[in-house]
Nanobody, 118 residues
Framework: VMQLVESGGGLVQPGGSLRLSCAAS????????MNWVRQAPGKALEWVGT????????DYANSVKGRFTISRDNAKNTVTLQMNSLKTEDTAVYYC???????????RGQGTQVTVSS
C-alpha cells in the first residue's frame, strides 16, 4: 500500500532554515513526480513545488521560489524540501504528495508542522 511519511518540521525563527524529508514506500517511487504541498490554518491547500521522476526538473510556487529547493533520492525513495529564509507566512502543515491537488492519504502523508515565529 502507498505510504508517505514526512519528518523534519518544527519551530524556527524568521530567516531561519528547515529541511523536511519524506520517506515513500508501497509504490514504484521512480515512476512518480513528487510534490510538496502545504496548508495553513483556515486556508486552502497550497502547492509548494514539484520534482520530476528523475530529479532533473523542479518547479516552484512564486511564493517560495528562490528560497525552497526540492530534491529526491530514487535509490532511497526519499524526497526532501530544503527551506531557507523562512517567513512567518510559511507557517503551515507540509505534506509530500504524489500529485499537486492531493487532499488526503494515501496520496500524501500525515504531514509535518512548520511554525515560523519569533
Amino acid at each position: 500500500v502507498m505510504q508517505l511519511v514526512e519528518s523534519g518540521g518544527g519551530l524556527v525563527q524568521p530567516g531561519g532554515s528547515l529541511r523536511l524529508s519524506c520517506a515513500a514506500s508501497g509504490f514504484t517511487f521512480i515512476e512518480y513526480n513528487m510534490n510538496w504541498v502545504r496548508q495553513a490554518p483556515g486556508k486552502a491547500l497550497e502547492w509548494v513545488g514539484t520534482i520530476n521522476m528523475d530529479g532533473e526538473t523542479t518547479d516552484y510556487a512564486n511564493s517560495v521560489k528562490g528560497r525552497f529547493t526540492i530534491s529526491r533520492d530514487n535509490a532511497k525513495n526519499t524526497v526532501t524540501l530544503q527551506m531557507n529564509s523562512l517567513k512567518t507566512e510559511d507557517t503551515a502543515v507540509y505534506y509530500c504528495a504524489t500529485h499537486p491537488s492531493c487532499s488526503h492519504p494515501p496520496c500524501r502523508g500525515q504531514g509535518t508542522q512548520v511554525t515560523v515565529s519569533s
